[in-house]
């Protein structure tokens, strides 16, 4: 029995074009809840490993260099991440970004398995045990972390958290990117775009 199509992602190949639920390989997730693209992680050791790990790094503000990939001759920052998918332009985008608090704790659902990522799993794949850098910045630290002070929000898909971590911490990252009026993409999204970027 074939997938039925998702009342809110479609799969995107590398290439822009929308695919059916079974088709693959895709590399992107179309979001027409929120107008977006999501960036879908690998296995496969190219840039979009779901297994990198990223310092938050963002406009020289941040930690640089404090994560773990193979593709930058020093450690890995999310600003890194972000500057290569956009000279790859993936899926057609140049406009890739870390996703605001909101948009990344959109994908929030209930697993559909226990023990699985609170994520559509069988759209967003490779999702770690582990934290997912977002946007937001300045954050108040707390706990073991408090004398760092300030520090930016992750989310925690395996418990559906959202947590206030150093700059300097190795985490995962999905990037996003908005859809334009004029990307041809933006006629399958919906007009509810009920969270916007801030």
Not at 14 to 31: E, H
Not at 32 to 55: F, P
Request: charged share 20%; with cysteine.
């Amino acid at each position: 029995m074939q997938p039925t199509p998702h009342a809110r992602y479609t799969k995107i190949a590398a290439n822009g074009v929308p695919l059916t639920p079974w088709q693959g390989p895709w590399a992107c997730v179309l979001d027409r809840k929120l107008n977006v693209l999501w960036e879908v992680k690998t296995d496969n050791e190219s840039i979009h490993d779901g297994y990198w790990t990223y310092s938050w790094f963002l406009h020289e503000k941040g930690q640089e260099n404090f994560g773990d990939c193979y593709f930058e001759s020093q450690r890995c920052d999310t600003q890194d991440l972000i500057e290569r998918t956009n000279i790859q332009t993936l899926c057609g985008q140049n406009n890739w970004r870390l996703p605001t608090e909101q948009e990344l704790a959109s994908l929030i659902q209930s697993p559909s398995r226990p023990g699985r990522a609170h994520i559509a799993d069988d759209y967003f794949s490779y999702i770690n045990q582990g934290d997912y850098w977002t946007s937001q910045s300045d954050s108040r630290l707390s706990r073991q972390f408090k004398h760092l002070k300030l520090g930016a929000k992750a989310i925690n898909f395996h418990s559906g958290t959202v947590n206030a971590l150093p700059y300097r911490n190795a985490a995962f990252v999905i990037l996003v990117s908005s859809l334009t009026k004029t990307h041809p993409l933006s006629q399958f999204s919906s007009r509810d775009n009920s969270i916007k970027q801030k």
